[in-house]
């Protein structure tokens, strides 16, 4: 399987405050990397797919990039509704797999 | 809107199989370029792929839960389920049921998920 790696693991960040997740397989992936927003109690909503397609609805705020190895997820301007844990997910091959959540708090 | 919605006992024994089903409303399960996948979480392995139907009854399971893995699709009552047998305590999880595109692979539909616990 292809583990999937998030940096870090937590943070906490003003309004307004750009933020950036990271998320590293561990072979290349191209660009099969989708990311999700999930609050407590809550299913996890697809922000971003094949990298830095944005899902309908998603705020413009939010932003993907990277190729193979390297991913990054971007909040420019971080509102407290932006509290959340993010997830990546490689979807090159089966078993598509998810990294371990990146815990976003506002302060 | 496309609604996802999982069904199913919330206590499993151990041993015994979980069964879960899924029904699709606001859309069709037979959507040419989607797949049904089951999902889960739990607190120890966060979400973990379990394993994915297409509407023909293509199935593809997760390797690590393929020997207690089962899958059905139902296009007439607009459902997929989930079997899972043997189950020990550490298949305790919320399981989500979502849509997943099938080139791409993005899961953008999700259930609100279930919680079943294994426990005697």
């Known amino acids: 399987d292809i583990q999937m790696t998030q940096s870090p693991p937590s943070l906490s960040a003003s309004v307004g405050d750009r933020v950036t997740i990271t998320c590293r397989p561990s072979?290349?992936?191209?660009?099969?990397l989708n990311w999700y927003q999930q609050k407590p109690g809550k299913a996890p909503r697809l922000l971003v797919y094949s990298t830095s397609t944005l899902q309908s609805g998603v705020p413009s705020r939010f932003s993907g990039s990277g190729s193979g190895t390297d991913f990054s997820l971007t909040i420019t301007s971080l509102q407290p509704e932006d509290s959340a844990t993010y997830y990546c997910?490689?979807?090159?091959?089966?078993?598509?797999?998810f990294g371990p959540g990146t815990k976003v708090e506002i302060k | 809107q496309l609604q996802l919605q999982e069904s199913g006992p919330g206590l499993v024994k151990p041993s015994e199989t979980l069964s879960l089903i899924c029904t699709v409303s606001?859309?069709?399960?037979?959507?040419?370029?989607?797949?049904w996948d089951w999902i889960r979480q739990s607190p120890g392995k966060g979400l973990e792929s379990i394993g994915t139907i297409y509407y023909r009854g293509t199935t593809l399971y997760s390797p690590s839960l393929n020997s207690r893995v089962t899958m059905s699709v139902d296009t007439s009552e607009n459902q997929f389920s989930l079997k899972l047998s043997s189950v020990t305590a550490a298949d305790t999880a919320v399981y989500f049921c979502?849509?997943?595109?099938?080139?791409?692979?993005?899961?953008?539909?999700w259930g609100q998920g279930v919680l079943v616990t294994v426990s005697s």
């Open positions: 979502a849509r997943r595109r099938r080139q791409m692979g993005y899961f953008d539909y």
């Open positions: 997910q490689q979807s090159h091959t089966v078993p598509f797999t």
């Open positions: 606001g859309g069709s399960i037979s959507d040419s370029p989607y797949n």
């Open positions: 072979q290349s992936i191209a660009t099969f």
